[in-house]
């Protein structure tokens, strides 16, 4: 039985949980997952919403499997981590669940307490919002979305009785679970400055609070969401005493354990990527990465959305771009952070909608292979049929354009729609193919369009660092390679970077608290409160964020290196449909103000 130290990290993705077990030096030992429920509303195309109970429970039972499954005893566990969707949760004061979903249950006790990230009800709430002008809009790009924290909070206020709504309190997720885990309510710079408006600079803006008609958070001294200005943790600091009983018990982890500040999921994919080393021609790079080189390696965390984030020293106004938000990983530093709403659920939508969709599901399964792998077999014989060159002269004549849940960044237009142009009467496998070849291209086509606007307003990035489930899709990671002009490079598991992160918080949240131990026995004598208890730490910012790359670089495992491998051709090739989805963009939107002026 080990009695090393191993780091528990826990990763809520959208729709489910992962816990893994690592050791020092980032060799995961045991992992376990679980599904998650998400509730949509038949009638309403724009609801998504989950339960933290049915999380919690989740995450409980990944725990215990992995301890179970590694013989690893609880007291080997020396800190966890969580990193979770950027989703808002709800509970009274007391952490029970409040009901978010719209009629008469909204503002009641129940299960149904979180309104999902990809959740677009708070349309005209995020509308008001962005015609304030506020200062509290140049730290999120010049618009703020409707996916974020604030608009979907004064929905809720538009929508709930007062008196339900004033007992509520709102959490963007990573910060409700280190609550549920500690009952300490100190929230992460990266949740407050990222998703609530929170500003750098200057703390919470009364202004904007009160122009949007949130002034009873105003009055309440901001209780409800969160947190005196100065009360802010940046990532991995420890959480209040560590482990209540109560969520040691449900964990089966001791009481105490150290629980690090949590990260959005994104977040803590950069964390466990961008540190890595990397192979090139199968040899093994020699040089270790230092903390100033992370402000030119891009982290592409690419799942059901995906995230782009970018470090610097200094922060960098980008429109359409999410930021600068100062110390939301590194103390100091500042983060921009791009997005698509939809890019993986758009490669299955395109896929599971097409009549031809059984046709490759049966091959797949005659064939003993993946859809994924039918579709590039089918694609490549096509290109020797058509006899060109690169699947992107095959389909030069086709083009997507891939915003059918909205636009993120950089245009942030939540009303931006899909399209093709180039349509046949092809309803086989073949078109199937061809569309799928476009869908790939258009995503890698809108990531560089978040490069080029991001290296534009003073970024440098010259790599990408890819995580999450679209990583293992070597056609795309080739496609974003070619079409930005970049290497890509990729994580040792394509699903493990996210989790990794949230283990490096458990990670830094130990031995942070180790070298704190008697600071925290002398403020725990001076008898400060559980609830807001914050544990001390004698390590300058410096030294922490000295410590944390310290642990990113140790903890992260080889990645493998893609280079740009494009022909003359190809680059002419994707050069110009890059032109053509640019011309796409102001073509909707001057067809959408025909159309407006003509309801007039």
């Not at 499954?69 to 007391?94: E, I, R, Y």
């Not at 974020?148 to 309190?169: A, G, H, V």
């Not at 991995?236 to 969520?247: M, N």
Request: glycine fraction near 8%.
């Amino acid at each position: 039985m080990s009695t090393a130290p191993h780091y528990i990290g826990i990763d809520v993705g959208t729709g489910s949980v992962r816990a893994s077990l690592v050791k020092k030096d980032g060799t995961v030992v045991a992992s376990s997952t679980y599904e998650t429920n998400t509730y949509r509303d038949p009638n309403d195309h724009r609801i998504f919403e989950q339960s933290t109970s049915n999380i919690w429970s989740s995450i409980s039972a990944a725990i215990r499997d992995c301890l179970e499954g590694s013989k690893v005893p609880p007291s080997a566990v020396k800190g966890l981590g969580f990193d979770a969707t950027c989703s808002l949760a709800v509970s009274d004061f007391q952490g029970e669940p409040i009901i978010v979903t719209r009629g008469d249950q909204l503002g009641q006790y129940g299960d149904r307490n979180v309104i999902l990230w990809a959740d677009h009800r708070a349309e005209k709430e995020a509308d008001l919002i962005n015609s304030t002008k506020s200062v509290v809009l140049d730290y999120v790009g010049g618009t703020m979305s409707l996916e974020m924290e604030i608009p979907k909070i004064l929905w809720l206020k538009n929508n709930m009785d007062p008196s339900l709504f004033s007992r509520c309190q709102f959490f963007d997720l990573p910060d409700f679970l280190t609550y549920r885990a500690t009952s300490n309510v100190t929230r992460s710079s990266c949740s407050l400055t990222c998703k609530c408006s929170y500003v750098p600079s200057s703390g919470w803006n009364t202004e904007f609070f009160e122009s949007i008609g949130l002034e009873d958070i105003v009055k309440g001294n901001y209780r409800q969401i969160g947190a005196e200005a100065g009360n802010l943790l940046t990532a991995g600091r420890p959480v209040g005493k560590g482990l209540s009983k109560r969520a040691a018990a449900e964990l089966g982890l001791q009481e105490g354990t150290p629980v690090g500040s949590g990260l959005i999921d994104a977040y803590a994919g950069w964390l466990g990527t961008i540190a890595a080393r990397y192979k090139e021609d199968s040899k093994l790079s020699d040089l270790v990465p230092s903390l100033e080189e992370s402000q030119h390696r891009l982290a592409a965390v690419a799942g059901t959305s995906t995230c782009h984030l970018v470090q610097s020293p200094k922060g960098v106004f980008v429109n359409g771009v999410w930021g600068p938000y100062r110390d939301a990983v590194f103390q100091g530093w500042w983060m921009n952070e791009g997005g698509q709403s939809s890019t993986g659920q758009l490669i299955d939508f395109i896929l599971t909608t097409h009549p031809a969709f059984s046709m490759l599901v049966d091959l797949g399964k005659e064939q003993g292979k993946t859809i994924h792998v039918v579709l590039q077999e089918t694609l490549e014989n096509l290109r020797v049929e058509n006899e060109v060159e690169t699947l992107t002269e095959l389909t030069k004549d086709l083009h997507m354009y891939p915003d059918f849940h909205g636009n993120r960044s950089p245009i942030a237009d939540p009303r931006m729609r899909g399209s093709f142009v180039g349509l046949e009467l092809d309803s086989g496998l073949n078109d199937l193919a061809r569309k799928y070849n476009v869908t790939l291209e258009a995503i890698a086509l809108q990531t560089r369009h978040i490069v080029d606007q991001m290296n534009a307003k003073g970024h440098r990035i010259t790599s990408i660092y890819m995580s999450g489930g679209q990583a293992k899709n070597l056609a795309l990671m080739r496609l974003f390679a070619n079409t930005c002009g970049m290497p890509v490079v990729l994580p040792f598991e394509h699903s493990g970077a996210v989790v990794l992160g949230a283990a490096m918080l458990g990670r830094f949240a130990a031995e942070v608290s180790e070298s704190s131990a008697r600071e925290e026995a002398e403020a725990e004598a001076e008898g400060v409160g559980a609830e807001t208890y914050i544990a001390p730490c004698k390590l300058s910012g410096e030294e922490q964020g000295n410590l944390l790359w310290k642990i990113m670089v140790e903890m992260t495992p080889v990645g493998t290196l893609i280079a740009p491998s494009a022909t003359a051709k190809e680059k002419r090739l994707l050069e110009a449909k890059y032109k053509i989805f640019r011309e796409s963009i102001e073509t909707q939107k001057r067809w959408r103000k025909e159309m407006e002026d003509a309801s007039k």
